[in-house]
């Protein structure tokens, strides 16, 4: 096994990773964190043994339910009020029953997590990111399976998508964020003559406020621990309907040694939480992932304590999106059509990233329209623990009927056209099928809204207004999440390039707008769609330091005399 903490290391780029000066001069300062690689996913294929092993863990999951306590401080708490978490393909079977938070809870997370900051916030740094290599090191061997199973059965997600997610994403979370801190606390000031000067990297006095979704079991693992490793303590409250994978990273955590108070443990209600954190003096920021509204909402709410906080909060959010995929005529037909049902499809659509809305030139559209229409029909949809399944369930009866209400829309329109799927089903689960609905609007209510499933609107526009339709697709929605353009037109790629600069945050060429790597493409857009501070970068971790400049004189001057003021 590689040491956690090595020597000396060369980063990814070739220069020297970090070492860490601790403010009174003392510290690790030659320790060095190892330079992260991303974590092999495994692709599950017949025969293989973590095909087996998953499959076994699947079983035993879904023979057991699970007890979720919250945990503040170290300490398992047990309410008086629970909710059962079901699967979104099998509604009727219970995984877990989960104890849910109140304000008394979330005054003792804040309470638990004072008492914890007062050490944590002044641990080394590489202590701090050592524990997360031990988490990661846990995660890729015997934590692996039990964290997919969790969230294949929880968040009714396939075999794929779950290693994806809740194994490799999380890992790479863990590994490069550890570098990257070596990263921020390299950052130091020049030194003159006589003179040191040091830059502390200190944590935020207070505590983060992390929210996290249903769809990425990875979310929530980074929203608590990208704070936690600068410093900071963190009070989590996650989705309801993605709890049981949270918990286990949670679980994970604390076998790693995280320290009782670091991070709480508290879903439960969101208002009444919101409520007490929110209107806390020791609030000193909120990462957030999940809805444009909630997230306004929560920044309104700042808004209005601002004067009560000892400081000014930090708010770093990603939020909505209304997905693009733009095609120039001198796309390639076929990988268009695969890009749109990947990236349309995968996860039932229940990516922030995924494809919702296509642009496709007349010239072609009866190609690709084909071709698309062919594979989506080709699709498997049902229990994920059949692997042969290319999607399953939608995450509950909200999001299936809201869902359901843009289909409806669309086949009651007059100018749109449901081409393949439209059928929905919650007889058992909440099983909507892969839809591809063609607008004659570029306008239409199903391409500007975000509906966050697996319906693809899709619009052939003239191929001689390429450039009309550059505005179009800048100007439809208000998110500016990811996107992608096709085109083996140089010129085209160049033009799109610039037409679209501000049009997503991560964006993509001749590729699915889904699928960002750790490391590879930070995540994270502008707009409607968020603060844009990059999970999974340097970017995102700045955010929750609070720099100190500490400058020590070796030889002060004894004289308040200047040479200008001497007699000629």
Known sequence: MKPLVDEVQQGPDGSHAAGDERPGGGGHGNSRIPPPVNEPVYDYAPGSPERAALKEELFRQQGEVVEIPLIIGGREVRTSKTFDVTMPHNHSHTLARCHIAGAAEAQAAIDASRAAWAEWSNWAWE????????????????????????????????????????ACEIVDFWRFNSFFAGRVHAEQPISGPGVRNRMDHRPLEGFVYAISPFNFTAIGANLTTSPALMGNVAIWKPSTTGVLGSYYVMRLLEAAGLPPGVINFIPGVASEISDILLSSPELGGIHFTGSTGTFQHLWKSVAQNVENYRAYPRLVGETGGKDFILAHESADPQALAVAIVQGGFEYQGQKCSATSRVYVPDNMW????????????????????????????????????????????????DDARILAGGGCDDSRGYFIEPTLVEVDDPGHKLMCEEIFGPVVTLHSYRASEWEATLSVVDGTSPYALTGAVFARDPAAVRSAGTALRNSAGNYYINDK?????????????????????????????????????IKETFDPPTDYRYPFMEAE
């Open 366 to 413: 009866e190609e690709v329209r084909d071709r698309t229409v062919a594979m989506t029909e080709e699709l498997r949809m049902g229990d994920p623990a059949d692997f042969r399944n290319f999607l399953a369930a939608v995450i509950d009866r909200p999001a299936f009927d809201n869902i359901k209400s843009y289909i409806d829309y669309a086949r009651a329109s």
């Open 513 to 549: 707008p889904s699928g960002a790597v750790v490391g590879q493409q930070p995540f994270g857009g502008g707009r409607a769609s968020g603060t844009n501070d990059k999970a999974g970068s340097v970017l995102n971790l700045v955010r929750w330091v609070s720099p100190r400049t």
């Open 127 to 166: 202590d701090r990111a050592e524990i997360l290599l031990r988490a990661a090191e846990l995660l890729a061997g015997p934590w692996r399976m039990k964290l997919n199973a969790a969230t294949m059965l929880g968040q009714s997600k396939t075999s794929i998508q779950a290693e994806i997610d809740s």
